[in-house]
């Protein structure tokens, strides 16, 4: 379940401990239900082929304390009380992490930044502005701003991370689902179970996946008690089999039986790893889904719920097997083994529906970070559908859906045995930790302000035992972990290209743009006829005049009245508020009646329906007009320099501000109130546009000109221009450019959404246009 965009700015995050308890709970089936399920495989993974099962326990005992270490250190110890604390305003995941240190030390991969970005008060929320001189911590900021190949290097680690959380998504519900189908096993004869298995397993995952374009809210609520009745079962029993097999297996947990368990097993030991590591598999959605609840409720969910309930599950299982030595079928070290006949068929059920309320998460986890690598251009535009109209986080991307469930059944068909599919998810679980963790010490210099000593420390002692058990399953190369690393170079490949590609054009824009001094010239009329109604031309400089704007003016007969230059960006902070939405400013002189508005989104904010946009950008573009100081009228020298921009926010949230109406017939005149004043455009037979005008001490003559001029504009109605910038690459360049500019680039542009607020303007008002630029 997906709370993304509920708890922005929401009084629930600091309210009663009653609030702060629901919370928890909630957290339990949206957060906790990949980590809560990963009993069913580790130590079936762990027991494959590289260590046995023998009569001194060494083994068992061995494997438990590495899972009670393993669990302590990863999620209770790193993510519980350092990690979640790294939150960019309440949100977190690696595009966070990188989002948090764009903003501190300059390194922004998005191209059309500006200073005005940086007094939003998301931006300084986290006092990201602060100026402070920490030795080794400015040297290294300074170090960060001025080489291109650390900025470079800091994007793909964390494009890297992103790319192995979608080739989780793919892992995570294959070895799930199948997991707990396993249980079937210990039912009926060998040759029945490997012709029953496969087929339910790849139904489950199929109607799994078909259930997306749904949304999980209409079931969402029935996930924290699935996750609960499966964490109560675990942890009975656990205990039953500890009391009933062997009370005193706690003494396994003593490192010493670590120490013990790689001296016997040596090589075999080592290589073992991989399978103990998916006893974290899920801890890195603590940090990712932070947004949707708070640091506290998550906190609490864990260490007091989801912890004891694995470890008493993990203690069990040894206790049980330290007791049945004897490898009767092939099945003995799995988790089914251990729960008491009588009851086996009920735990199969909740394993099967935990096992889809995990692969749940993971893929509405999918979809929410490619959202946020699409917003800040590093993913090629998807279709996006919000599955709820209370809950716009809960989102749903068409073509990623059905591509990860092709991948997940190609793996599931592929592989068959949770040993393989075990190694890969290993590699893409370890993956994301080791990326975080080397994040997490640049936040703690930068943002935090720490010692660089302090941030050593961190990155050595966690990142060694991330890279023990890094080596322990990438040594399983050919055994299962080359999936992820291909999947994940795939994605990698697409996101640096598609990233490469916008800059490149960019660029090119920038390059090309008009000079105001063209503009000046040709005098207020543009040298062409000005018609009634709005041209609105969208384009991705956020200052300066496009290069398409002077094909229309030097080929077309006539133009519109007013012209907008709308810009709609993604900057570096999750959320922007709406009194903050709008950045709008003059191009050139006033009577030239030439507009630039910059519509600011967080990477992940929702982007509003296309009437209400409309109707807050003509809204701003009033405020803006009526709000206007004298010395804003900037001269002829004064043009040449950057336009100045004014603040200006949504109509819903400037409740002094200017309000539009729009009526589809003739009522009587609306009465003015003591408080606003009424403008209203000449009666003719089309839709009426009014402005409602707050009372003020005075409106200048030509402000009310102007703001006539744009009613009877809006009235007239509004023509979209879409200019279209393509890039190829130059002659000259080299060919490893033209493969990526050429063919990859444009492969890319030519499958992937245009704008989406374009997507349901009528063909009518359209116009596009495109130009070709050699980069």
């Not at 999936?483 to 054009?505: C, D, E, N, Q, R």
């Amino acid at each position: 379940m997906d709370l993304e965009g509920v708890i922005h700015d929401n009084p629930i995050k600091r309210d009663s401990w009653k609030t702060l308890l629901t919370l928890a709970y909630q957290s339990l089936g949206v957060v906790y239900g990949d980590l809560s399920t990963s009993p069913l495989y580790v130590y079936k993974s762990t027991f494959a082929e590289d260590i046995q099962h023998s009569e001194t326990n060494e083994e068992i005992y061995g494997v438990l304390s590495f899972v009670f270490w393993t669990l302590t250190l990863i999620p209770l110890v790193k993510y519980v009380f350092i990690v979640l604390r790294a939150d960019d305003n309440g949100e977190g995941g690696t595009f966070a992490l990188y989002s948090l240190l764009c903003r501190h030390a300059r390194v922004s991969s998005i191209p059309n930044c500006q200073v005005a970005d940086e007094e939003l008060s998301e931006y300084k929320k986290d006092g990201s502005m602060s100026n402070y001189k920490s030795g080794n911590g400015s040297s290294l900021k300074s170090t960060l701003e001025k080489c291109r190949v650390l900025q470079r290097m800091l994007l793909v680690l964390s494009l890297i991370g992103t790319c192995m959380v979608i080739g989780d998504g793919v892992l995570t519900p294959a070895i799930s689902v199948f997991s707990a189908v396993s249980g079937l096993e210990l039912s009926m004869s060998k040759e029945q179970h490997q012709y029953v298995e496969l087929p339910v397993v790849c139904a489950i995952l199929v109607f799994l996946f078909t259930l997306q374009h749904y949304g999980t809210h209409r079931v969402g609520f029935l996930f924290a008690p699935v996750v609960i009745t499966w964490l109560l079962c675990i942890s009975a029993i656990g205990v039953y089999n500890i009391l009933q097999w062997n009370p005193h297996v706690y003494q396994a947990l003593s490192p010493y039986y670590m120490y013990k368990f790689l001296k016997k097993t040596q090589r075999g030991g080592w290589m073992s790893l991989g399978g103990i590591l998916l006893c974290i598999t899920g801890s890195e959605a603590m940090f990712a889904d932070l947004g949707h609840f708070s640091q506290l409720s998550i906190k609490i969910a864990f260490t007091f719920v989801v912890y004891p309930s694995l470890i008493l599950a993990y203690m069990g299982q040894a206790a049980y097997l330290s007791k049945h030595h004897i490898n009767e079928t092939d099945y003995q070290i799995g988790f089914y083994v251990s729960v008491p006949e009588k009851i086996r068929w009920p735990v199969l059920a909740v394993a099967i529906l935990a096992a889809v309320v995990g692969s749940q998460a993971i893929i509405t986890g999918t979809f929410s970070i490619i959202k946020q690598c699409s917003a800040l251009g590093c993913f090629p535009k998807v279709k996006i559908v919000h599955t709820s109209s209370k809950i716009h986080g809960q989102i749903y991307i068409p073509e990623v859906n059905w591509i990860l469930m092709l991948l997940c059944l190609a793996v599931t068909i592929g592989f068959r045995n949770t040993k393989h599919m075990g190694n890969a998810a290993g590699l893409a679980v370890v993956t994301v930790m080791l990326v975080t963790t080397c994040l997490m010490s640049l936040v703690m210099v930068l943002c935090w302000h720490k010692n660089v000593f302090l941030a050593i420390c961190f990155i050595f002692f966690f990142g060694s035992i991330e890279a023990l058990y890094f080596s322990a399953s990438l040594i399983k190369f050919l055994e299962g972990a080359w999936v992820p690393i291909a999947l994940s170079f795939i994605f990698l490949v697409v996101m640096y290209v598609w990233h490469y590609g916008t800059l490149k054009k960019y660029e090119a824009d920038v390059q090309n743009k008009v000079s105001i001094n063209w503009l000046l010239s040709l005098g207020p009329s543009l040298g062409i006829v000005r018609v009634r109604g709005i041209g609105l031309i969208h384009t991705e400089l956020v200052s300066g005049i496009p290069a398409i704007f002077s094909h229309f003016v030097t080929n077309l007969p006539a133009f519109h009245q007013v012209v907008v230059f709308l810009c709609i960006k993604s900057v570096a902070v999750p959320h922007v508020r709406p009194e903050e939405r709008f950045l709008v400013g003059r191009v050139g002189p006033k009577e030239y009646r030439l507009y630039r508005c910059i519509a600011r989104y967080g990477y992940r904010d929702i982007h509003k329906d296309d009437v209400e946009f409309e109707k807050d950008l003509v809204c701003s573009i009033a405020e803006f007009i009526r709000s206007e100081k004298p010395e804003c009228n900037m001269g002829i020298e004064d043009l040449r320099d950057e336009e100045k921009m004014t603040v200006v926010g949504t109509s819903s949230s400037n409740f002094e501000g200017i309000k539009l109406c729009e009526d589809d017939a003739y009522s009587s005149d609306m009465v003015g109130t003591s408080k606003m004043r009424e403008m209203q455009s000449p009666k003719r037979a089309r839709k009426r546009v009014r402005f409602i005008v707050p009372e003020s001490p005075h409106i200048d003559r030509e402000v009310k000109e102007e703001l006539q001029e744009l009613m009877e504009a809006r009235e007239a109605g509004m023509a979209f221009i879409l200019g279209h910038s393509y890039v190829r690459a130059k002659r000259g360049s080299s060919w490893m450019k033209k493969v990526v500019i050429n063919y990859g680039y444009d492969f890319l542009r030519k499958n992937s959404r245009g704008p989406t607020y374009a997507l349901s303007i009528p063909h009518a008002s359209t116009l596009e246009v495109g130009m070709v630029y050699f980069v």
